[in-house]
């Protein structure tokens, strides 16, 4: 490909909205452009990177008999009330009707569609298993999409389906994916990691995310610093290495006033008192509010009461776990609190209310709780369990800490951040049961399928590498999923001799099926070096008036700056032997 026919328009700036590097620089290098917020348009560079990513992930899963189909992007609204998920999914899943008033939407996910695809002629225990994918695009309607492909509105993902006759069958099928997530993820060249996760309402109980480490991540990994454990602190368990134990007696309940102290922070510096020795309250509804549905009653909307240590963040997935929701519980509002406790926050607690209540697990040994009092501008101090106020369940609800034991009891956890790619859960039967996707066994007996799911952000993942790998003058790609090998900064393209050598050896090189792209602007070659390290494609080759006459070019290594003198005349088989071996 030549500049000048690529559609290529580098900027000097960043754009205002890009926060992260990589966003900056596939802006930067014109290789995306925004059509609306979470909306890009790929151009021409930025499709080859993901077209070639796209093409490991094939052969990776086309190596363990994985067959590629292609679904449709719109869905009827029927198909997605048979599991119950067109209410589930919220706004996230956006929706239309047609000429017809029939409801449709854009898919988020295909486990649905993918589920009536193969409900139809899956009979026997023969047919099975089943294992399939697809590249397709998506439709999320992120409530913020930023930061470039890594959160947009439309993306492309890469999503697979596999369908097994019983559990076993359906964790080998797993295990085989898994194994081709690290193959693809090796190949590409990334340094990640694997983590346990939360299914999310996607449904099913094993789950595990691949993650791209970058400072910019958006998720929070717990790794240990010994063993191989690693999870996304969402399902992190938080285990002190040295837990509250008390030999403190139960002392009387005490009020007292607390006036313009309704922080943790600011109590815990009037009273003197550490903040992980103070309680804090938080209230949520468990009711899963529907969007436009009319507002509740207090009582309606059915409020729990959460404690844990003033020092410590809830964890609102291990809530929305232990409480059996779909999505994480709404905190009351400020009003809601007080209808409900008689205070505003920052002066509430457990004490005489009628809801129910659950403990963090740090909490489990802890006697003399200093709590809000349910009055405004009030605490209580010595206020102890099941004495004064009483305790639904004592659950671990908090954000895991860097320094905390591991689950696996060896070593402590250190804190990561990292970009999800991928994404892999076995899901049991809650498609098939809810589609009746079943199969007749040796006996002849009807049981529903087992099934898993597999996603890989692919538009995410080009993104992320270039997150990963780059230097303060611009991208440095993966050879894997690079757009082009080599990049020749023709510097001379209206002398004869000069355009006369490059365009030959763009020639060859072509024809030998080097990616080669050459940069044939009249441009100064100042401009040329900054737009080949900012596209940073591996290699740049010089070619030049000066070099030309004294019959040689310069190799340029991305990574590295190392330059190459090449003479001319062996110039095309030594470029072949090295970029096609490289
Ligand atoms: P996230 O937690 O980042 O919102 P998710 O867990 O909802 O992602 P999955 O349903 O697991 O996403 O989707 C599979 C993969 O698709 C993710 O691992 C990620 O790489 C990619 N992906 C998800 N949402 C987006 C998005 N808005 N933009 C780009 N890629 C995305
Ligand atoms: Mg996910």
Redesign the pocket.
Known sequence: MKWTKSFTYTLKESPADAEITSHKLMVRAGMIRKLAP?LYTYGTMALRSIKKFEQIVREELEKIDCAEILMPIVHPKELWEETGRWQEMGQGLARFKNRNSHEFCLA??HEEAVTDYVRRDIKSYRDLPISLFQVQT?F?D?IR?RFG?????E???K?AYTFDLDEAAAIKSYDQLFHAYKNIFQRVGVDFRIVD?DS?N?GGNKSQ??HVLADSG??HLMVSTEGDYAANIEVCPAIDVVPFTSQASELPMEKFETKGLKKISTLSKALKIAEKDLVKSLYFSTVELEEGSESLSLKELKPICVLLRGSDELNPIKLKNSLGLINPPMMLTDTEVNELTGAYPGSCGPVNLEIPIYLDKGLEGYKNFIVGANENNFHLKNVNFPRDFKVTDTVDLRMAREGDLSPMGKGTLKSYRG?????I?YLGTKYSKAMKANYLDAQGKSLPVEMGCY???I???VQAAIEQSNDKDGIIWPKSIAPYMLHICHLDPNDEAVNTVATDLYGSLMSAGVEVFMDDREERPGVKFKDADLLGFPYRLVIGKKGVDKGEVELVHRSTKEKQVIQLASATAQLIELLSTS
């Open positions: 979470g988020a996910t998506k999320r992120e999409p492909l890594m959160r947009g509105r993306f492309i993902m999503d996760a999310g996607i995310e691949f958006e998720d970009i999800e790619v991928g994404h859960f996603g890989i952000g538009s995410r993942t």
